[in-house]
């Protein structure tokens, strides 16, 4: 059965530290090149920390929590600079030495590239905050040492810098797009955590005297967050004809086209491409730039943190709906689309083999993405959907041995250099299947990822 091999390779990828699992590898995969697969990556243990949280294992989230908040601030320093307290690392495993174990981190400079993990602290609160709706363990949250990681964590992310909007500024390859692929900026991924991230953090710090301006500061951040992200990152046919009528060049406070886009920017798949009942957010936007690629995680994490609207949210299952064949096709979900080719390829992934078109990040099919996709069509009533999803993949990936990746326009070949035994393949599929076959998962779900649909 899929799901219960599924099952085993979760059980198999369970790292401990001092007798106590702590988290899990990202791969199984004896043959792995890259030997950071046998790390506990913080995005990709969120699905796992899911799948305990929904089958009642909540101790195992919590040591992961306590794992990584005792990371946190442990990066290496250049020479002259402060320590970022906040800063929470990109994975972690354990070593052993003379019978004395440690917790080795990758804050990325170990990582190939050497990229940041912005993503990994937002991540981290939103999980706190589904370990304590799901464990009702409350006095976790609010003990001295959660109270003060959430404060640094706050402390870096909320800290003015050159920003012009109230977007999160980040470099490349901050978040699951952890290789150069013109994703520096203003990413919509990593606007959906911040989002989901100050939502959870208004929640979780204690409510005292002390907290109670943070905690209104916090509100009235994400809900400028969110309003900025309806203005200027969805896109539908109504914004589209808007912009394809920009007047660029505007001057002063009052201007129609506030980011000097230029029309001839609108690149020619577009057209035609948005019928007029789709709509999705785009994929970056910053001063004279949108990214109008179409990326999944950040749309379908907008749907299920209550970034679109409930008008919006059924706008982006028509498109996927719509656009079945490209967005989702012989294997669930499309990272991004449309892939780069040619010197577009060449010049923002610096000719990166890995990131050819429709391989890796670069338009490649990732089975994990099935766990988002799945709870948004569900939550947004397209069962149907979610439904052909679970039929698409139950039986191949195990028959295809969990690989971690697919290529192809359509999806339809295993990863070039994918791993296989890739756990977060395997965690989609259950969270998935769970979530459909059982109400209880399915409330509980819901309860434990922020759900505010309004319009
Ligand atoms: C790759 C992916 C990244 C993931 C890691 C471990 O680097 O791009 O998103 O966290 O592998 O699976």
Redesign the pocket.
């Given at each position: 059965m899929p799901i219960e091999s599924a099952y085993k390779l979760l059980n198999r990828s369970l790292i401990y530290h001092e007798g106590k699992p702590v988290g899990t590898a990202?791969?199984c995969d004896d043959r792995v090149v890259a030997a950071n697969?046998n790390d506990c990556?913080v995005?990709?243990f969120v699905p796992s920390a899911i799948v305990f949280l929904l089958s009642g294992q909540h101790e195992i989230v919590r040591n992961f929590l306590v794992t990584l908040m005792h990371l946190g601030g442990h990066q290496h320093v250049l020479k002259g600079h402060k320590r970022s307290m906040g800063l929470m690392p990109a994975s972690f495993h354990v070593i052993e030495e003379d019978g004395n174990e440690s917790v080795i981190a990758d804050f990325g400079d170990r990582a190939i590239g050497r990229v940041t993990p912005v993503d990994s602290a937002l991540w981290w609160m939103i999980v706190l905050r589904a370990y304590v709706v799901a464990s009702g363990d409350r006095v976790f949250a609010d003990s001295d040492e959660v109270q003060q990681c959430i404060k640094n964590i706050l402390d870096l992310y909320l800290r003015e810098s050159f920003e012009s909007s109230p977007t999160l500024l980040v470099p490349d390859a901050s978040f699951?797009?952890?290789r150069r692929m013109a994703v520096y900026g203003y990413p919509l991924e990593i606007q959906a955590l911040y989002y989901g991230m100050l939502l959870s953090a208004e929640e979780l710090l204690t409510d005292n005297d002390t907290n109670k301006k943070t905690r209104a500061d916090l509100r009235i951040l994400s809900d400028t967050l969110r309003d900025h992200l309806r203005t200027y990152y969805w896109l539908d046919r109504r914004r589209l004809n808007e912009m394809h009528r920009f007047y660029a060049e505007e001057f002063g406070l009052e201007v129609v086209n506030v980011l000097n886009v230029y029309p001839e920017s609108i690149p020619k798949w577009l057209d035609g491409w948005l019928d007029a009942r789709s709509g999705y957010f785009v994929g970056n936007v910053g001063p004279g730039r949108v990214d109008f690629r179409f990326f999944a995680q950040g749309n379908l994490l907008a749907i299920l943190f209550g970034i679109s609207t409930g008008t919006g949210s059924q706008a982006l299952m028509n498109l996927y709906l719509h656009h079945w064949e490209e967005l989702v096709g012989e294997m669930p979900v499309k990272i991004v689309y449309p892939a780069m080719v040619g010197d577009k390829w060449r010049f923002s992934t610096g000719s990166d083999p890995k990131n050819v078109p429709y391989s890796y990040?670069n338009g490649g099919n990732w089975p994990v993405l099935a766990w988002s996709f799945v709870t948004a069509s569900i939550r947004t009533g397209r069962v149907e959907l979610a439904e052909q999803t679970l039929n698409i993949m139950t039986e191949r990936l195990k028959k295809d041995n969990w690989p971690?990746y697919y290529d192809g326009r359509k999806g339809d070949l295993i990863g070039r250099r994918a791993n296989f035994h890739?756990v977060?393949t395997a965690t989609g599929l259950i969270i998935a299947h769970e979530v459909m076959e059982n109400p209880d998962s399915r409330a509980l779900f819901d309860k434990m990822l922020i759900c505010n649909l309004t319009d």
């Open positions: 990202a791969a697969y990556f995005r990709d699951m797009i952890d990040h971690e890739q977060w």
